[in-house]
């Protein structure tokens, strides 16, 4: 009796063992199931479906409204809806992407591909599409969609054309802390209408700032932070400094008269308006 309850049970141990191989067959081979697609692959497919959509090569007249700097900006959900946001930053050089809570990704930009309806370019591990097709974002609506892609996750939302004041620094960043040494520094001046090129806090409490009058005359001051014992002296030519002259600044209300390659935009700190800012723009 007891050898034939032995048996059953062996029996049944070797059918739950069968059974269990049979419904695992990959944990005998060693093979796995289908894997997940990594954050290149997907990047990769949605990369090459959004450059697709951007046609042929651009010509002259098509590359010319795709040059220059980028703001984009979008929501985190799909679609670029939702809560919180994403905000780029596209300089010629450099492109920046932050996202709410996260800390930013971005790098040096690589060469700019043209298409007829947009461009694409790679910053770091960023791959950054602007699309020429209206775009409409809290009511207002924008002449470019962008399109982020960064760890295998799409972003989308709007762009414009031109970074603001704050988005990257300049020497003009610190602009209201230099306006007592630059209104010093014009005053001396026997012509109106001089710009400043470039200015900068130096030791003990003292500016430098340089100007270029409307003949073309440069010229270097040096004035203490109040405004005080502003000195001039003639600058050369050839002596510039890193990032003069991007932005320009004009003081007072009056609008810069329009050049080429150059774009204009007030100036305002604590509350009022100090001048202008001109830019290089994309020419």
Same mark, same amino acid.
């Not at 046609?55 to 010319?64: D, V």
């Not at 959900?77 to 996202?99: C, H, I, K, V």
């Not at 030791?203 to 100007?211: A, F, K, T």
């Given at each position: ?6 048996? &059953?049970?062996? !029996? ?48 002259? =007249? ?29 300089? #010629? +050089? ?11 990704? /971005? ?5 700019? #591909? ?9 910053? /770091?591990?960023?791959? &950054?599409?602007?699309?020429?097709? !209206? ?33 990257? $620094? ?8 230099? &306006?007592?040494? &630059? #209104? ?31 003949? /073309?005359?440069?010229?270097?001051? =040096? ?13 050369? +030519?050839? #002596? ?5 002259? +991007?932005?320009?600044?004009?003081? /007072? ?5 329009? $050049? ?24």
């Amino acid at each position: 009796m007891r050898a034939w309850r032995r048996g &059953i049970v062996i !029996a049944l141990v070797a059918a739950a063992a069968l059974g269990a191989c049979q419904r695992n067959p990959d944990a005998s081979s060693g093979e796995s199931g289908p894997q997940a697609p990594s954050n290149a692959e997907r990047e990769s497919g949605i990369a090459a479906a959004q450059f697709k959509e951007l046609g042929a090569p651009a010509n002259a =007249t098509q590359r010319s409204l795709l040059e220059g700097e980028f703001e984009a900006s979008g929501g985190v959900g799909p679609g670029g809806a939702g809560e919180g946001g994403w905000n780029l930053t596209l300089l #010629d +050089d450099y492109a920046e992407f932050s996202r709410p809570g996260l800390e930013p990704g /971005g790098g040096l930009t690589g060469q700019r #591909d043209y298409r007829e309806h947009g461009l694409r370019v790679v910053a /770091g591990e960023l791959t &950054i599409t602007i699309k020429q097709e !209206a775009c409409s974002v809290s009511g207002v609506e924008l002449p470019y969609v962008a399109h982020v892609l960064y760890e295998g996750v799409p972003y989308q939302g709007c762009a414009r054309r031109g970074v603001a004041a704050g988005a990257r $620094q300049t020497w003009a960043s610190v602009l209201p802390e230099l &306006i007592p040494a &630059i #209104d010093a520094c014009l005053s001396r001046l026997n012509s109106g209408g001089a710009r400043v090129t470039f200015a900068t806090e130096l030791e003990e409490g003292e500016v430098s700032v340089r100007l270029r009058e409307v003949n /073309g005359t440069r010229r270097v001051c =040096t004035a203490t932070n109040a405004g005080a014992n502003a000195r001039l002296e003639h600058l050369s +030519d050839l #002596d510039t400094a890193p990032g003069e002259g +991007d932005p320009e600044f004009q003081r /007072g209300g009056a609008e810069p008269r329009r $050049q080429n390659c150059r774009s204009a935009e007030q100036a305002i700190g604590g509350g009022e308006v100090l001048g202008w800012l001109v830019r290089r723009s994309g020419c």
